[in-house]
């Protein structure tokens, strides 16, 4: 065992660890196996952004539900319906309809428009090195809010498997975190991430369907009983059960429920590491294919939350789930743990240790994921395009992706040190309001309006960016309340937890408004080339 295991061992103080260390070890060291044989493969360019372009409708989709199935779904969605109940399910049902927007607006046309990133089809009929600059500078942006709530959630889940509290062992764990998915992705780029992802949406499914399986066996297979004494257990009887326990309480929490959905619903169609798993197919009709099965699973995944939340709100203590953590993130490995015969039992232990490398694998995923998008977009779009204008050799820009892995994931370790307390499906929230603010509204603009323009294109991306990031800065999540990121302090004077309903309108806006104003005509023979390849896939890549 390393000096590391031994230390958190040590801090932990129970039998069981040895099980739950040896556990993550052998899923680490699989997956990293899987990641060195990817990386063999691993030529040129196309194999480092789009795994050569190699994967089958069916294994994308299931890649795509590993990447889009993160900490935010199993531990954050479980924590708030644990706490906030019928409030908290809303997350489920945002995260899946926005795959509906994903499906009938973005997948095929950007599949045939594009070749590695975002950027590639807005510099398709507008001036390249400006948008490149933008479109970078949000995939980064968006990257890294989705990022810190992976570390969010590997701090809480690894701290209460291996009994850490001391702020320097939590810390460790996000460093830990952060270096292994450097790791992944400066090895196997995108074909060791795609494989990485299909193995862990596989383990989540499977993990997922035997607590929904054991919960619905203590309580007889009656949903009914399940939800009457979670709304017992909860302490507020039957409002547990009805909106209004988290966003009905005044005006204020009503409008961060409409800036919550419209975040959600938008925001999945402008993530970045969500669209560049349309670039690894052969063809649209496969991107079509894979989004239909990532719906399918992603769609069952989010039916089993119910029996996840709502079972931690009928066996869990609430006080319990809090003091492991105040928002909530731990509720599904302390279900686990319950549901397997208790902390003291051999079978809860077991258990756990199980749910938690599945959690964990879950993080790991999606971290590769995110961290992948990212650095290809710096070394694509700035680095081979803008910094080297169109000069750099494959292998340089390859080299260049790398070194931006290091650089992202350092940031990601530094700010996630920062976010521990914070829950992680809110994390993600705004990541989406971010992307929906940012990305949305230029992909859709470029894609179907011929008067669309370079000018709108920066108006709109870097309009919406700063915006939704400024008011998040602004809000109660960074300050001002005992579950923000700085709770000890408080200059927030936005009153939304999620700046969509603001800032979405307003990236939307000002690319209308920028097109507008703009003096320079756009290339309509362009935009009719681009209005065919999207449609058809003729001359895609």
Excluded: C
């Excluded at 975190?177 to 992705?185: D, F, N």
């Excluded at 054991?214 to 309580?219: A, T």
């Excluded at 959905?261 to 169609?269: E, K």
């Amino acid at each position: 065992m390393s000096d590391t295991a031994h230390l958190l061992a040590a801090e932990s103080g129970t039998g069981n660890r040895p099980l739950i260390i040896t556990l993550f070890a052998v899923f680490v060291a699989a997956t990293l196996a899987i990641t060195v044989w990817a990386g063999r493969q691993t030529k040129d360019a196309t194999d480092f952004y789009a795994g050569g372009r190699q994967f089958s409708g069916f294994q994308n989709g299931l890649a795509i539900s590993g990447d889009y199935m993160s900490a935010a779904s199993f531990l954050g969605i479980a924590g708030a319906i644990a706490l906030a109940g019928y409030d908290g399910f809303l997350y489920s049902i945002g995260f899946l309809v926005a795959w509906l927007v994903a499906l009938l607006l973005v997948a095929e046309p950007l599949r045939n428009s594009g070749r590695f990133t975002m950027g590639d089809v807005l510099a398709y009929r507008m001036r390249q090195r400006p948008v490149r600059t933008a479109a970078g500078t949000s995939t980064i942006v968006v990257s890294i809010f989705y990022l810190l709530a992976q570390m969010a959630g590997a701090g809480v889940l690894v701290s209460l498997l291996l009994g850490i509290t001391s702020e320097a062992g939590k810390i460790l764990i996000v460093v830990l975190v952060g270096a292994v998915m450097i790791l992944y992705v400066s090895i196997g780029g995108m074909k060791g991430t795609t494989w990485v992802q299909m193995v862990k949406a596989v383990l989540l499914i499977a993990g997922t369907l035997l607590i929904t399986f054991l919960v619905l066996l203590k309580f007889d297979f009656n949903v009914s009983r399940l939800l009457g004494e979670a709304a017992e257990n909860s302490g507020m009887g039957g409002a547990f059960l009805e909106p209004g326990v988290k966003y009905g309480v005044n005006g204020t929490t009503k409008l961060d429920f409409i800036s919550l959905g419209l975040a959600l619903v938008l925001g999945t169609a402008g993530l970045p590491h969500i669209l560049v798993r349309f670039y690894t197919v052969p063809t649209a009709q496969a991107a079509r294919k894979s989004v239909n099965w990532a719906i399918g699973i992603i769609g069952a995944f989010y039916l089993m939350t119910i029996a996840l939340g709502f079972g931690a709100a009928a066996l869990l203590n609430r006080a319990d789930i809090i003091e492991k953590n105040k928002a909530g993130n731990a509720a599904a490995p302390m279900l686990a743990e319950e549901i397997g015969g208790g902390p003291d039992s051999a079978g809860g232990a077991i258990l756990l240790a199980v749910i938690s490398a599945v959690a964990f694998a879950t993080i790991l995923a999606v971290v590769a994921g995110l961290t992948l998008a990212s650095s290809s977009s710096f070394a694509h779009d700035l680095y081979a395009n803008v910094i080297r204008k169109g000069q750099a050799t494959q292998q340089e820009e390859i080299s260049a992706a790398r070194w931006a892995t290091v650089g992202i994931g350092v940031v990601a370790v530094v700010l996630g040190v920062f976010a521990r307390d914070l829950n992680v499906a809110g994390l993600v929230a705004l990541a989406f309001a971010v992307a929906a603010s940012a990305n949305l509204p230029t992909i859709l603009y470029s894609l179907f309006w011929k008067r669309f323009t370079t000018s709108g294109a920066l108006w709109s991306i870097y309009g919406g960016l700063v915006s939704s990031v400024f008011l998040v800065l602004f809000s109660p999540v960074v300050s001002g309340k005992e579950t923000s990121m700085f709770p000890d302090v408080d200059f927030h004077w936005f009153p939304l937890e999620n700046p969509g309903l603001i800032s979405i309108p307003l990236g939307f806006l000002l690319g209308w408004l920028g097109s507008l104003l703009s003096k320079e005509e756009p290339d309509k023979e362009k935009y009719a080339e681009l209005e065919v390849r999207s449609l058809t896939g003729y001359g895609a890549h």
